[in-house]
């Protein structure tokens, strides 16, 4: 025999004996039972020798929204009553409609864009500040930043670079040799890895590299104060953190793309040598009358623009980091999202525009 | 008021060399609000966490009587910093020891949870992550949190240190609510003054250099003790210049 009873009729609730957490699992089932068909009018605790915080929680729960009446509780119950159910009526909780989480979703799409925009604006300020004072920028970082974003993330640029005109290649040849096409391995590899594979490449490398890494470290720098430490002192973070990162990255980018391109082509021609029995005068040579210098320029024109973006991308989620630790891994993964995206986006737009000068 | 803490003869303390308080004798009454006190590395926590059951005495009993139901705990502590998930939201915070320890359903755990984070003012945060809350905000989802099995103890470390005068207040305000009208009682550390003359009824006053209880009583009669290093605590003024 339980030390409690729940007893329901048409608009009565009775709650009885000693009702605590230990027997919650079964009350909330009977006070559910008891409401199911109509919500009570009142709730009668006069047969109530103790209820606990839990069973109020639960008691709350069931007559949330309704109009109704407590009686009969002792002195202890009433304050434990009073604590949980309160002098007001408990309001109905508040489901959000599918319409509204999607304007709640288009607007912070919107906003995203401003803020974006907003950004880029400050960099422009941030830009002429330093044009009049130098030292409003940090460029003794500028180095550090070069090195880092650069000579560190070579070897991984150039191994990446030279197994994708590898397997680019080597995809190629068995159609090529069927037709007996095996020198215009040279023109495939030339082309592709000069004009899009190495400036794709090599940015997807540099955002998970520089533009996580810009993310993580400003972001820490948000949560920690030292951004707001720098406003205080009256130094701009865009100029003094922000600028230095961008400028590197503009720099280091088709510097990398470069190498990219000369490691990439160097893998079609280990394919040409090894599988298509061509010389390496044979290859370059082809390599030499397809290949022109707009197809160069042209992906080291995007490689700017790419490093440009991831720059800016990861240090406008680093400064724009809430929250402590979880943040800065938020603001990290969104980081490397954002730049991949950016960087199809204007891999593609560059590429129609070039295409509409005939380059 | 029957004791529902009893402690005699207690050290704590690293390691022998290292002892923080040695032969502590004291016991908590049902319902009261004792206070730990005292200077900073006298001991304070680490008692209170010894008293967690979370360290080992170096000596000494403590005696609890209080009725575990089903090896539920029957202690609900509230850290320093709040010690609350960060991957998880205010709600999920609460609802943990219920789904561990209940057969609760889902949508009773959760009934139970948002009961409780409007019981601390928090109904607002329910699906609020920890980092996006105030410090203030933080103390309050660990109280409520210590409070989800209905513990008859509470113990809470310094739950007003570092915030304003007024969420100081408030903290105050609600434990000592929550204290009278839930029948707890109360363990907590602290050593701000206002808190120590607005909620509690009785207290200890660790002492760093002599390893001791250096007084014991309610805040009042500490407040009027002779002995120099109890009024240096309660007037505030400093043992060396």
Known sequence: MPAWQVIGSDDRLELVGELRLADAPAIWRAMRAATREHAPRQIDVSKATAIDGAVMSLLSEVIRGCTCELVGATPAIAEVAHLYLGARQLPHPVHERAIARLGDATYRAVRAVGDVAAFTGDLAIALGATVRNRRAADWRSLPALIERAGIDGLPIVVLLNFLIGFVGAFQTTRYLQQFGANIYVADIVGISVTRELSPLITAIIISGRSGAAYAAELGTMRVSEEIDALRTMGIGPTAYLVLPRVIALAVVAPVLTLLGDITGVLGGLAVGKASLSLTATGFMNELRTIVVASDVWTGLVKSVAFGVAIALIGCRHGLSTRGAAAGVGRGTTATIVACLFSIVILDTLATMVFREFGL | ?241
């Open chain 2, 1 to 241: 008021m029957t004791a529902i803490v009893e402690v005699h003869d207690l050290s704590i303390g690293w390691s022998r060399d290292e002892v923080l308080l040695e032969h502590a004798s004291f016991d908590v009454r049902t319902g009261e609000i004792f206070g730990l006190l005292g200077r900073s590395a006298s001991g304070k926590t680490t008692l209170l966490r010894v008293l967690a059951g979370l360290e080992a005495p170096l000596a000494g009993t403590i005696e609890m009587r209080v009725t575990e139901h089903d090896h539920c705990p029957a202690l609900g502590v509230m850290f320093q910093q709040g010690a609350l998930f960060g991957s998880m939201t205010i709600a999920d915070n609460v609802a943990l020891p219920l789904q561990r320890w209940t057969d609760l359903p889902p949508d009773a755990i959760r009934a139970i949870a948002r009961a409780k984070l409007r019981l601390v003012g928090l109904e607002a945060a329910f699906d609020v992550m920890p980092a996006n809350l105030s410090g203030g905000m933080r103390k309050r989802a660990a109280i409520a949190r210590a409070l989800a099995l209905e513990p008859p103890i509470l113990m809470l470390d310094e739950p007003s240190s570092g915030l304003d005068p007024i969420t100081s207040a408030e903290i105050d305000a609600l434990i000592a609510t929550l204290a009278h009208a839930l029948g707890l009682t109360v363990i907590v550390v602290t050593h701000e003054l206002g808190s120590i003359d607005a909620i509690i009824d009785r207290c200890i006053l660790l002492d760093r250099d002599s390893r001791s209880i250096l007084a014991q009583g309610t805040p009042r009669e500490l407040r009027d003790s002779t002995v120099p290093r109890v009024q240096h605590f309660f007037h505030r003024t400093p043992e060396h210049v």
